[in-house]
Nanobody, 126 residues
Framework: QVQLVESGGGLVQPGDSLRLSCAAS????????MGWFRQAPGKEREFVAT????????AYADSVKGRFTISRDNAKNTVYLQMNSLKPEDTAVYYC???????????????????WGQGTQVTVSS
């Protein structure tokens, strides 16, 4: 059983930055692509960013491209999401997830992930 624990969320003002972390249990972390998703109240969960198992490939939603950066440290079993220039529309619960299939390069759909964290709230408000 894999456990994912997110941290780093909070209340910030527009234009501020936050870095989310997701710590994973288990010894196969480097075998799987990882992703970040978010869900705002009344909306479906949406893709934010994904990173390949080596960290060499990444993909982003258009809404965050140029502002958010996903990275990982396989030695620490941790994936990060650096969020800059935050906007009120970035307000959501942010979830990290592990890809369902090992060795897949990247994954952008929710059904491509099988393990999810509990989520961390990010609120952007003045």
């Amino acid at each position: 059983q894999v456990q994912l624990v997110e941290s780093g969320g909070g209340l910030v003002q527009p234009g501020d930055s936050l870095r989310l972390s997701c710590a994973a249990s288990g010894r196969t972390f480097s075998t799987y692509a990882m992703g970040w998703f978010r869900q705002a109240p009344g909306k479906e969960r949406e893709f934010v960013a994904t990173i390949s198992r080596s960290g060499g490939s990444t993909a982003y939603a258009d809404s965050v491209k140029g502002r958010f950066t996903i990275s990982r440290d396989n030695a620490k079993n941790t994936v990060y999401l650096q969020m800059n220039s935050l906007k009120p529309e970035d307000t959501a619960v942010y979830y990290c997830a592990r890809a369902r299939v090992p060795y897949v390069l990247i994954a952008t759909r929710t059904y491509e992930y099988d393990y999810w964290g509990q989520g961390t709230q990010v609120t952007v408000s003045s």
